[in-house]
């Protein structure tokens, strides 16, 4: 399962939205992990909400109201869809929003900043736009914006050393035995006040929160996939179930239970 597979929340049969996917050149990937252009369709008066763990990037999000750059999401980061429309969204590389800002990116976890504000990206959503408009589907339309946002991050050469030490920090996160910030600390050789000044700087976010979002999405996943509470919960490091029935909800607004049922066609209501 792919870098935003794994965080989303929604239904992936759901026809309404088809997302394409494009790796960035091999010269760009300390910058760039990958291309998303979402397409919908959804039926008039109707809507879809869609909810993602985020991961600990910073995101490009073009479309034709806006064109941001957003910060990593506390909570899982929702969009309510309607009608017929699409974006063009970049996921860049752990660690490197701080370069595109200009600043600590925790100044934009939970929001975002404007593109028109970022030197790097001034007057990028009216390109893209131009290229996006005619046919959002197109495969054509997809290559030469990929091109025009290559083209620009091409000339920032090579990611600094707190952005590729925080990119390193990142993928130890990944690893299960991994299970507290004194483990982290220990893996890197840093004391826990350098890391949690490197977190906030370059990811946005906690090590306690990299930790607890590494669980949740891995949760997700399993409960997609049938898998039991209480074994998944004893298998992430939790003391308790309810622990991890608390973390979840407070996370993507479903108890793991409804998101369960929810993920295998079961309605239900949230008590």
Not at 209 to 227: D, H, P, V, Y
Request: aromatic share 6%; hydrophobic share 40%.
């Amino acid at each position: 399962m792919d870098e935003i597979s794994r965080g989303h929340l929604n239904d992936p049969e759901d026809g309404s939205v088809t997302i394409y996917r494009r790796d960035p050149s091999a010269s760009l990937r300390n910058w760039l992990q990958v291309f998303w252009i979402p397409v919908w369709s959804v039926p008039e008066s109707g809507f879809r909400e869609q909810r993602v763990l985020t991961h600990p990037v910073c995101l490009l999000s073009i479309t034709d109201s806006y064109a941001r750059l957003v910060g990593p999401a506390s909570v899982a980061a929702r969009q309510v869809l309607r009608g017929d429309g699409w974006a063009f969204g970049v996921m860049f590389r752990p660690g490197v929003g701080r370069r595109l800002l200009g600043r600590d990116v925790s100044a934009i976890t939970d929001g975002h900043a404007d593109l028109s504000e970022i030197a790097l990206l001034h007057g990028l959503a009216e390109e893209i736009r131009n290229l996006m408009q005619a046919d959002p589907r197109s495969a054509d339309a997809h290559r030469a914006a990929q091109d025009v946002v290559e083209g620009r991050v091409a000339s920032l050469g090579h990611p600094d050393d707190g952005a590729v030490l925080a990119g390193r920090v990142v993928s130890m996160v990944e690893d299960p035995l991994i299970a507290s910030v004194a483990d982290l600390c220990e893996a890197l050789d840093l004391p826990e006040r350098k890391l949690q000044r490197l977190c906030s700087g370059f990811l946005g976010v906690s090590p306690r929160w990299l930790i607890r979002q590494r669980r949740l999405q891995e949760a997700g996943e399993q409960l997609r996939n049938g898998g039991s509470l209480a074994d998944l919960s004893t298998r992430l490091g939790y003391t308790d179930q309810s622990h991890f029935s608390r973390d979840f909800r407070a996370a993507t607004g479903w108890p793991p239970g409804l998101f369960a049922r929810m993920a295998k066609g079961v309605p239900g209501e949230v008590r």
